[in-house]
């Protein structure tokens, strides 16, 4: 039996199948660091890793047991593709199945930090709420405002939907690529433009060719009225940029899911109460992680059959 090993506990029944087709190991000390994912490419034929394992370049040195890393994520910015390929271990990813969930944390980060939910929320539990105010808490329309999405991959597209069908948007974007959607949506030039709308939200993949795309500069193109909300990736943002704008007041709040070095969050960025803050939520309903694991295993279970895996990336 193929040597099989799962960096994280997921899905049981996703594991289950797993232990009839491969000798599993569940490793359950946290992330792997660069040196227990050198050896786990030493000790398995397959590896199901997923955001926070560090599989950079180095890692794929010398002679390696492993030959296929499916990882749970449709992100794999933690996984250096090209090294892999060139050490003949081949990377999949779990597209499609996360795009809904994903989108929906996008919604929930627009309307929560446009209606500062999180403020609410704190005042309601801390006992400071004096009862209903007509200046109480005053926050930003969403219905009829614009959104510039950056990046219009599947969940931009599927953000962008959500704001035009669900709250009547007008949707503007940025992407590399020339792309043409089923519903209305304008593309724009430059990145300064889609910034420069009500609501920006940050889509794209990570990786080296989007890493703080969204600079000091690109935040400066935003009004100051402006709503920044990411559920790409941290690094796709200077977040100590981010951070100034929203304590200056240069733009008005933000909503984030992820972070330059997660779990870290700074604290001038906790400190923010124009911030709502969540914990890369972006895939986590159980019916999405359940069909990301099984999506990775798939791709698993093709490799070992001499298959192409159908979500490689290499
Ligand atoms: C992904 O799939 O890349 C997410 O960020 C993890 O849920």
Known sequence: MKKLLITRDIAAPVIAQARDLFDVTVHDGGA??????????????AILPTLGDDFAAP????????????????????????AARAAGVTVSNTPDVL??????????????????????ERMVRSGAWGGFGPKNLLGTHVTGKTVGIIGMGRIGQ?????????????????????KSVDFPARQVDTLAEAMGADFVVVTTPGGAETTRLI??????????SGIFVNISRGEVVDEAALIDALASGAITAAGLDVYENEPHVP??????????????????????????????LDNIIAWARGEAPPQAVN
Do not use: W
């Open 32 to 45: 792997l660091d660069a040196t227990a994912s050198a050896q786990a490419l030493r000790d398995y034929d």
């Open 59 to 82: 890692v794929f040195d010398g002679d390696l047991r492993c030959k296929m890393l499916g990882n749970f994520g449709v992100g794999y910015n933690h996984i250096d593709a090209a």
């Open 99 to 120: 795009t809904d969930a994903t989108a929906d944390i996008g919604l929930t980060l627009i309307l929560a930090s446009a209606r500062r939910a999180g403020e609410g």
């Open 158 to 178: 599927a953000v962008a939907r959500r704001c035009h069908f669900g709250f009547a948007m007008e949707v503007v974007f940025f992407n590399r690529s020339a």
């Open 215 to 224: 600079d000091k500069d690109a935040l400066a193109a935003m009004k100051s």
């Open 267 to 296: 604290d001038r960025l906790r400190a923010l109460e124009n911030c709502v803050l969540l914990p890369h939520l972006g895939s986590a309903t159980a019916e999405t992680r359940q069909a990301m694991g099984q999506m990775a």
